[in-house]
């Protein structure tokens, strides 16, 4: 397995409110190279949300905590992948408890796309419109579904899926992580053939280009470094108005 990530400013903002975390060694959580090897490979990506740095504060907390808490599990005969689920819950309670007890923390919150690969089968669970994409024999195929309310209206065939990148409303989410004492965490299960290509992204990346300029970008470049760049690139060109995140994962 490689993979390749990338977070960029955008445009429009002074500060990067989205956190990545990367299945590797952490000295400061004393993360070691055996318990990525038997608990699997997580990837995280938080795009946060709230008034001044507070969305910055809730998707950093959210993923390191998620990424210390899952990797300290000492027990490995349980199953790992609800482990992970209880972790992601009982930490949207912690970031709760910090909007309710600190006034400059008041309204923030955090989506998040993780993506745990063990089993050889890859397991997601997210909240909130960031999204998480797989490529296979070059279709490009959304795994994931946004909460949002233009996500609904997509659904019930109000607007195309085109329509939500432009909508007016596509950045009010029904979900998101701290924002209320328990969340709904969607979850998928899904397997995976040598070749495929993984994409976790922030809507800084979706609300910019299309799933056809994606998926073109995948198909047309063989280094997963080119190809993460080339995303943020794209997004950039094409107005880059909210920071731009891009994990690309080749199995």
């Given at each position: 397995m490689k993979y390749s990530a990338r977070t960029d400013i955008g445009k429009k903002y002074d500060h990067n409110e989205d956190t990545f975390v990367l299945p590797e060694t952490n000295k400061k959580y004393n993360i070691k190279t055996p318990d990525v090897k038997n608990k699997g490979k997580l990837f995280i990506l938080c795009d946060g949300i709230g008034g001044a740095?507070?969305?910055?504060?809730?998707?950093?907390?959210?993923?390191?905590?998620?990424?210390?808490?899952?990797?300290?599990?000492?027990?490995?005969?349980?199953?790992?992948?609800?482990?992970?689920?209880?972790?992601?819950?009982?930490?949207?309670?912690?970031?709760?408890?910090?909007?309710?007890?600190?006034?400059?923390?008041?309204?923030?919150?955090?989506?998040?796309?993780?993506?745990?690969?063990?089993?050889?089968?890859?397991?997601?669970?997210?909240?909130?419109?960031?999204?998480?994409?797989?490529?296979?024999n070059k279709n490009l195929q959304q795994i994931t579904e946004d909460q949002s309310e233009v996500w609904q209206l997509y659904k019930t065939g109000q607007i195309t899926k085109d329509d939500i990148q432009h909508h007016p409303r596509n950045n009010i989410l029904t979900m998101a992580m701290g924002v209320n004492q328990e969340v709904e965490i969607q979850q998928y299960e899904c397997n995976y053939n040598k070749g495929d290509i993984f994409l976790i992204c922030s809507d800084g990346l979706t609300d910019m280009i299309n799933e056809k300029e994606?998926?073109?970008?995948?198909?047309?470049?063989?280094?997963?470094?080119?190809?993460?760049?080339?995303?943020?690139?794209?997004?950039?060109?094409?107005?880059?108005?909210?920071n731009i995140t891009a994990i690309v994962i080749s199995v």
């Open positions: 740095n507070a969305g910055e504060v809730a998707s950093e907390l959210t993923a390191n905590w998620i990424f210390r808490d899952y990797y300290s599990v000492e027990d490995t005969s349980i199953d790992l992948t609800k482990k992970l689920k209880e972790i992601i819950e009982l930490v949207n309670t912690k970031i709760y408890n910090l909007t309710q007890e600190y006034e400059n923390y008041k309204g923030m919150g955090t989506t998040i796309a993780s993506l745990l690969f063990i089993h050889k089968k890859a397991y997601i669970y997210s909240v909130g419109d960031s999204r998480v994409y797989i490529l296979h994606i998926t073109k970008i995948l198909n047309n470049n063989k280094s997963l470094n080119k190809i993460s760049s080339n995303l943020i690139k794209a997004a950039n060109k094409n107005g880059g108005k909210d």
